[in-house]
């Protein structure tokens, strides 16, 4: 009786075990995709604004008030580096800690 016990507990927290990295991984590449398409967002705004303007957006800030980009802060921090306004700036997104 305790052997059976004893499997079906180890199967258990097997299975939950199993449960929680799928879980987590799935949430893992969620975060990833949303990050991507934020970035992308980035780059599709600031090509818009050199496009039409003639120079890449000086920040982040200029694109959410003249092309309609949405950024959550809450949630990503953003390295918009810019060398130059005819020089296509460097985009890196990060996902700040503890924040879905």
Same mark, same amino acid.
């Given at each position: /009786? +305790?052997?059976?016990?004893?499997?079906a #507990?180890?199967?258990? @927290?097997l299975f939950?075990?199993? @449960?929680y990295m799928? !879980? +987590? =991984?799935?949430?893992i *590449? *969620? %975060?990833?995709?949303?990050?991507?398409?934020?970035? %992308?967002? $980035?780059i *599709?705004?600031? !090509?818009?604004?050199y496009? #039409?303007?003639?120079?890449?957006?000086p920040d #982040?800030e200029?694109m959410? =008030?003249?092309?309609?980009?949405?950024v %959550?802060?809450e &949630?990503y !921090? $953003?390295s918009y580096?810019?060398?130059?306004? =005819? $020089? /296509?700036?460097e !985009?890196?997104i990060?996902? &700040?800690i503890g &924040?879905d």
């Open positions: /009786m +305790k052997k059976h016990s004893f499997t #507990i180890t199967f258990i @927290l939950l075990l199993f @449960l799928s !879980v +987590k =991984n799935v949430n *590449r *969620r %975060d990833n995709e949303k990050t991507h398409i934020l970035e %992308d967002a $980035i *599709r705004s600031a !090509v818009q604004a496009a #039409i303007e003639g120079f890449y957006p #982040i200029y959410e =008030n003249n092309y309609g980009l949405i %959550d802060h &949630k !921090v $953003i580096n810019i060398f130059a306004s =005819n $020089i /296509m700036p !985009v890196e990060f996902l &700040k &924040k």
